[in-house]
């Protein structure tokens, strides 16, 4: 489906039918990344408890790296969406062109000094001495790979506000492919390749995004799905990147937070030792398969509310904002119900430590009952970011995180002596209360206003090119 007839899908076809057909390729994307994650912890566990905990150990400080593309992402997909609802193409590659020039540069800063301050970081998390050797070779080779990744990102960022997300979903499973041969092939080294262990899982994943970022860019400046950069589109211009700065810095807030609240929770988890570490990597790889359901509905949400905003169809938005939260909430109470039966069985192909299993199933039988509430956070940030109103989930992003999560599990775990149990509760109440507020904020309607300002004269049905 190309982007005109996507546009007119979004703009006025049946809401929820809409949302499963830009849904479901993030969707199956996502799940065939959660899956890679569970065969890279399968491979990983044949080399011992400490290997296949590592990339958990590392997985917090990367994705607060990540969160700069994820914030910057957010807003390209927003500007996109907006300018090509209202029928301004040049004004969507005007501004993809100074997202993408900024965060170039942005990627090789961060991966440089991701490199020269991972041991230290390692050390302040407290990453157990048996895990540290490996997490520091993963993390510093991701962070090589991180413009690659920064790349990538903001492609990806640009088709969903496009509502390409079939076209997205083909290129990125490729990629998942490619990284699924090449996983074992580098940690064992089979054929020709040395055996490069838990460094193999970290460069199979490097340059397998290497493609999706080569393929994005050929894209990008070919003009082939509704986008056509030129050289001078990634120059600076003030005027394009201050407002694409004022969306994109509480994304990256929000995210940045998140993601150093979560290197805070690594540091409290590893506190109970290498055992509860490996249930918790393995534990979240098995979550993250339900929550493709949200980064899927996510993402249609970003790209409807965005595309209906900027052709100025307020009660519709309105309208895809409340059936696409219930629908993503729904939807994943009954994917929690078929985890729990499964739970065990799930533990036990990843993992052969019968203590690493058993503390495993308990975590998912008790932070699982989260996974919708934490469905129905997702799904109103989306709309907030789709709209481009990114400091409500910036501020609900920070409380879920510091003002929930961390403080109940250190007062739940450790203050009040509970142990991991106590730790998986307050992760729980995280999501509970978060999702709960901020679907009561979305209620408040004050997203339902665009923030672009389409050339005069846009706004028709056909897209207009300078």
């Not at 918790?280 to 949400?301: E, F, K």
């Not at 009660?315 to 994917?335: H, P």
Request: proline share 5%; with cysteine; glycine share 12%.
């Amino acid at each position: 489906m190309d982007a005109l007839r996507t546009r007119e899908r979004i703009l006025h076809g049946p809401i929820l039918k809409t949302m499963v057909i830009l849904a479901w390729p993030v969707m199956v994307t996502s799940a065939l990344q959660a899956l890679y994650n569970l065969v890279d912890a399968f491979w990983l566990g044949r080399l011992g408890t400490a290997a296949v905990a590592a990339p958990g150990m590392a997985w917090p400080i990367l994705f607060f790296f990540m969160s700069f593309a994820g914030g910057f992402q957010a807003a390209g997909s927003t500007f996109v969406a907006q300018h090509f609802g209202a029928g301004d193409r040049r004004g969507a590659e005007e501004s993809a062109g100074q997202l993408l020039g900024f965060l170039a540069g942005l990627s090789v800063l961060l991966g440089a000094l991701g490199y020269g301050l991972a041991p230290t970081v390692l050390r302040l998390i407290r990453a157990p001495q048996e895990i540290f050797p490996y997490a520091l070779t993963y993390l510093r080779i991701e962070c090589m790979g991180l413009p690659i990744m920064f790349v990538a990102a903001v492609f990806g960022g640009f088709m969903v506000g496009l509502g390409q997300t079939r076209f997205l979903m083909y290129i990125n499973a490729s990629s998942l492919l490619l990284n699924g041969i090449l996983d074992p092939v580098f940690i064992f080294g089979w054929g020709p390749f040395p055996a490069w262990g838990v460094a193999g899982a970290a460069w199979a994943t490097v340059f397998s995004r290497a493609v999706v970022a080569a393929i994005g860019l050929g894209i990008l400046f070919s003009g082939r799905r509704g986008l056509r950069l030129n050289v001078r589109d990634l120059r600076p211009r003030f005027s394009r990147v201050l407002p694409i700065l004022r969306v994109g810095l509480p994304n990256v807030l929000d995210q940045a937070s998140t993601s150093f609240g979560f290197v805070v929770m690594m540091g409290l988890v590893a506190g109970f030792g290498t055992t509860v570490v490996a249930a918790y990597t393995v534990g979240n790889r098995v979550i993250n398969l339900i929550n493709v359901v949200s980064w899927g509905a996510g993402s249609a949400l970003v790209a409807m509310i965005g595309q209906n905003l900027g052709a100025e169809r307020y009660a519709r938005a309105e309208e895809v904002a409340r059936r696409g939260i219930l629908a993503t909430f729904a939807a994943l109470v009954g994917l929690y119900g078929v985890t729990l039966l499964l739970r065990r069985p799930l533990f036990s192909l990843f993992i052969r430590d019968p203590a690493v299993i058993q503390e495993g199933v308990w975590y998912i039988t008790i932070f699982g009952i989260s996974i919708p509430f934490f469905g129905l956070f997702d799904a109103a940030a989306a709309v907030f970011r789709g709209a481009g109103h990114t400091v409500p989930p910036m501020i609900m992003a920070i409380v879920r995180l510091w003002g929930l999560r961390v403080f109940l599990s250190w007062l739940l775990g450790y203050r009040f002596g509970l142990g991991t149990t106590g730790m998986w509760v307050g992760m729980t109440l995280s999501n509970v209360l978060a999702g709960l507020a901020l679907v009561l904020w979305v209620r408040q309607g004050t997203w339902k206003r665009r923030i672009v300002q389409p050339a005069a004269g846009l706004g028709t049905p056909g897209l207009t090119h300078k």
